[in-house]
Each structure stands twice: as C-alpha cells, then as structure tokens.
C-alpha cells in the first residue's frame, strides 16, 4: 500500500528540488548589480500614484467574486464532457459505442446547468453588477 505513493513522493521531491536548485543558482550565481532605477516599483509603465495601502472600491470584489463563479463552470463542464457518452446512452458503452440507444438525459442535464448560468448572468447584469463607470 505505502509502495504505491513513493514514484509521486519522489516526484514531488525531485520537482521541489529543482525549483530549489535554479531559485539557488539564480541567487548566487546570477549578476548582481542593484540601483535605484531597479528597486523602483514598475506598474504596467505607469508612475506611482499615492500609497499601495489604500483600499479598492467594493466593485473590485464584486467582479473578482463574479468572475469567480463563472470561471468554476469550467471545472463543471470538463467532467460531464468526459462522461457525456456514457450519460447519453441507455444501456452500457461496448468499445466505446452506445449500441443500446440514446438518451437525452447528458444533454438536458448540462441545459439545465447552463439555464442556472444564464440566469445568474442575466440577474447580475441587470443589477449592474460587472459593468464598470
């Protein structure tokens, strides 16, 4: 039983121990000449404007919590992608082939997921919600 988790233990040690290795050779072996220019905080080539402590407008959130939501309908879509032709058949895959006939309960189930996200969508854009001022 403990056999099977050492290949990912070692896996996961080799790829710790190279980030390692290149983070240590980049340090000691890289150049290193600092400045003023370089230790200046760069923002898309913008100046500094103010303190990096001052707080966001509620908005911020709101999208970033928005585009949460709608970015996890991915993580949804991708197994029932996966198992659409096994849903979609009435009886079991023989080789992969439904010879049994076909049901239309893969396709409603993923309608009725996307009908859930359409009114959401339609919801928080009339709120308002993702469009900014």
Request: with cysteine; hydrophobic share 45%.
């Amino acid at each position: 039983m403990t056999s099977d988790y050492i290949p990912t233990a070692l896996t996961i040690l080799v790829g710790v121990g190279f980030a390692l290795a290149l983070t240590a050779a980049a340090k000691y072996l890289g150049p290193g000449r600092p400045s003023k220019a370089k230790d200046y905080p760069y923002e898309c080539g913008s100046d500094v404007i103010g303190s990096p402590r001052t707080r966001f407008e509620i908005k911020f959130y709101q999208v970033a919590i928005l585009f949460l939501v709608f970015d996890i309908e991915t993580a949804f879509l991708y197994p029932w992608a996966l198992r659409y032709r096994e849903l979609s058949c009435v009886g079991p895959l023989e080789n992969g082939v439904c010879t049994a006939g076909v049901s239309f309960f893969g396709l409603s189930e993923i309608l009725v997921f996307m009908g859930i996200l359409i009114v959401a969508l339609t919801y928080v854009w009339r709120k308002r919600a993702v469009g900014w001022e």
